[in-house]
């Protein structure tokens, strides 16, 4: 588990079983603070399961690009990056899914840019440019990646454990984004789209597409 959860999520599981305690041993408040020591207890359990942070198998290949994000493929288009032309994959978060961010690919962290915004939902296109982000950029002797930790319409905050000139491995946690969000992944035209719209994809292990020349 990430370590941040546990700001999150033990005062509301203390306060919880705090006030069970006082409705079933004190007899204090009867049914209605039970009701809500259990809620609050729930919360704090959940909020644990949310900030979990499991192993991952990376794949050996190298020429390989992995998920950035657990998540399901909600669109793959064609989209240039300044004059580059490239293409887009855009992971949807739920809230029930892993939020900490892996970087799709070998190399060193060129650059990390912060870009305040809107929150709107995080399965709408217009999050892609309009909600709060971080804007990840990784170089590898292929070229730039891009990819982008979005907040979603419950996410406030976005977080980046990496900085410019760090060196990342591939499936390497970079970050996390908390609760329902989206991450999306622009790769240039030298690498080979290998999911589908609508398919599941786990951060780290899941292999989005594969470079077609080798260096």
């Known amino acids: 588990m990430v370590k941040e959860g546990l700001k999150f999520g033990l005062p509301p599981l203390i306060l919880g079983l705090a006030l069970v305690c006082l409705a079933k041993l004190a ?3 009867g049914v209605w603070v039970f009701a809500v ?3 609050l207890a729930i919360l704090g359990v959940f909020v644990f399961f949310f900030f979990r942070d499991p192993e991952r198998q990376i794949p050996g290949d190298t020429n390989s690009v992995v998920s950035p994000a657990d998540g399901h493929v909600v669109e793959i288009v064609e989209e240039s990056m300044g004059s580059q032309p ?3 994959i855009s992971i949807f978060l739920s ?3 892993v939020h900490v961010n892996r970087s799709p690919v070998a190399g060193r962290i060129a650059g990390v840019e912060y870009r305040p915004g809107r929150f709107y939902a995080a399965m709408r296109k217009r999050a892609s440019e309009q909600n709060e982000m ?3 950029t ?3 002797p292929r070229g730039n990646i891009v990819f982008k930790q979005i ?3 419950i996410a406030r905050r976005v977080l980046c454990w990496k900085a410019a000139g760090d060196a990342v491995a591939l499936g390497e946690r970079v970050g996390m984004i908390r609760f329902g969000s989206r991450v999306d992944l622009w790769l240039p035209k030298d690498a080979e789209i290998l999911v589908r719209r609508g398919e599941k994809v786990a951060g780290g292990s899941s292999i989005l597409a594969k470079w077609k020349s080798t260096v």
């Open 27 to 29: 007899g204090i408040g």
């Open 138 to 140: 990784v170089a590898t």
């Open 86 to 88: 490239g293409q887009r």
């Open 37 to 39: 020591g259990i809620v």
């Open 134 to 136: 971080n804007v990840i």
């Open 95 to 97: 809230v029930f899914d």
């Open 151 to 153: 907040a979603g319409a």
